[in-house]
């Protein structure tokens, strides 16, 4: 069934998103569940009402959510983050899916849909997609990529874990150039599959 859905996960820093722009030059169907999150925030007016209900005022600017202000919290409080998890993951779990239905429903539908999700493994939604690809980068190299250090990483799933347990697994230690190799490596394998 096309589009093949194909899930790209992997630890902070490590070039996750690098890989999906990568996805989307070889032509793949992609989508961020960042972005998600975005859009959910700006349009879900029951999300909204929730945060008000939980945290007032204070996690609004100009009628709008503001995720600094929202993340202040939740990274300081492992019950709130917690709660806010709660709020989000099934929502932004209704929109890939709702956008894969939508790709499928297409005349002439892509070949593969990527969707990037740090959290795949953490909330058991590898079940959801044909394929996972993990990128992950030595501890050394993500640490120079970061604007900040938090300890959101003590939640994840190690990434040699993660790469046991993905179709495809590369680190990205490297140029660009070879990260795209790799890309166009696994479409030109998810081809031959299908």
């Known amino acids: 069934m096309r589009p ?6 992997g630890s902070i820093a490590s070039g996750k998103s690098e890989a999906l722009r990568a996805f989307a030059r070889h032509g793949a169907a992609v989508e961020s569940s960042d972005d998600v999150v975005h859009r959910i925030y700006r349009e879900d007016d029951e999300l909204k009402s929730a945060l008000r209900r939980r ?11 503001d995720r600094a202000a929202v993340g ?7 019950a709130e983050l917690e709660w806010l998890e709660r709020e989000l993951h099934p929502r ?3 929109a890939i899916d709702a956008w894969v239905r939508g790709l499928r429903a297409r005349r002439d539908p892509p070949a593969v849909a990527v969707v990037e999700i740090p959290l795949l493994y953490e909330t058991g939604g590898e079940s959801r997609f044909d394929r996972v690809v993990v990128v992950t980068a030595p501890a ?7 604007s900040s250090v938090d300890d959101r990483e003590t939640r994840l799933i190690p990434d040699e874990q993660k790469m046991q347990l993905a179709d495809f697994a590369y ?7 070879e990260l795209d190799a790799f890309v166009a490596f696994v479409l030109e394998e998810l081809a031959s599959q299908s």
């Open 55 to 65: 945290w007032g005022e204070r996690v609004f600017a100009d009628g709008e959510v």
């Open 92 to 94: 932004v779990r209704a």
């Open 140 to 146: 050394d190299v993500r640490m120079r990529r970061r």
């Open 4 to 9: 093949l859905a194909v899930a790209l996960t």
């Open 72 to 78: 202040r919290i939740v990274f300081a409080d492992r």
């Open 171 to 177: 680190v990205n230690d490297g140029s660009l150039e």
